[in-house]
């Protein structure tokens, strides 16, 4: 069994930043692809980019360019460093691990979520 632990969330103002951190335990890190996702009330959630275990990234447009995803594969750790952050940005976030070697961002694409972390950027 695998677990995720996010942490890190809060609230802080427009324009400003936050890392989110998630924890893997319970199985080799390496076997895993990381993304993160959020989620807003009435909305599906949304993928928001992910890392392979080599450290590729991928990311969506709305976050292109502000938000940049790391992995650190001796502390079991993938980061969300959040810069310049609106209001829109405002989500519970999500971390998610799929197995390694697959590409899919769909939700059916990943077998392990984290309990989520609230985000909220003030105006």
């Known amino acids: 069994q695998v677990q995720l632990a996010e942490s890190g969330g809060g609230l802080v103002q427009t324009g400003g930043f936050l890392r989110l951190s998630c924890v893997v335990s319970g199985r080799t890190f390496s076997a895993y692809r990381m993304g993160w996702f959020r989620q807003t009330p009435g909305k599906e959630r949304e993928f928001v980019g992910d890392?392979?275990?080599?450290?590729?990234?991928r990311y969506a447009d709305s976050v292109k360019g502000r938000f940049t995803i790391s992995r650190d594969n001796v502390k079991n750790t993938v980061y969300l460093q959040m810069n310049s952050l609106k209001p829109e940005d405002t989500a519970v976030y999500y971390c998610?691990?799929?197995?390694?070697?697959?590409?899919?961002?769909?939700?059916?694409?990943?077998?392990?979520w984290g309990q989520g972390t609230q985000v909220t950027v003030s105006s």
């Open positions: 890392i392979s275990f080599s450290g590729i990234t």
């Open positions: 998610a691990a799929a197995p390694f070697g697959t590409t899919g961002v769909g939700l059916n694409s990943w077998n392990y």
